[in-house]
């Protein structure tokens, strides 16, 4: 299991923005990193997809929040293995435990913590 450190979650008004960040070890070759993304689960519900990236680039969002929200990977040279989340239009049906996921060449999956974002109404 890689480690991955998730930031960014928080508290904010409906139509408001937050911005999430995961970031995967330096040391791990860019190489065996098949994708990055993001899903997020209610209390009750099962774990539902927000956004992913390939290695290539290639970005597919959940239908709930294509529009609203954006993956990216961090291009700076010390953070190649760092991807962010921004969401804007932001809305209670939002609120949720967001996980950070990566996904290796040998198929490993590695999963966050989660980061709690709660947007009121």
């Known amino acids: 299991q890689v480690q991955l450190v998730e930031s960014g979650g928080g508290l904010v008004q409906s139509g408001g923005s937050l911005r999430l960040s995961c970031a995967a070890p330096?040391?791990?070759?860019?190489?065996?990193?098949?994708?990055m993304g993001w899903y997020r689960q209610v209390p009750g519900q099962s774990r539902e997809l927000v956004a992913t990236?390939?290695?290539?680039?290639?970005?597919?969002?959940?239908d709930s929040v294509a529009g609203r929200f954006t993956i990216s990977r961090d291009r700076r040279d010390d953070a190649k293995n760092t991807v962010h989340l921004q969401m804007n239009a932001l809305k209670p049906e939002d609120t949720a435990v967001y996980y950070c996921?990566?996904?290796?060449?040998?198929?490993?999956?590695?999963w966050g913590r989660g980061t709690e974002v709660t947007v009121s109404s």
């Open positions: 996921q990566l996904k290796e060449s040998n198929n490993q999956i590695s």
């Open positions: 990236i390939a290695r290539n680039g290639k970005t597919n969002y959940g």
């Open positions: 330096a040391s791990l070759s860019i190489f065996s990193i098949i994708g």
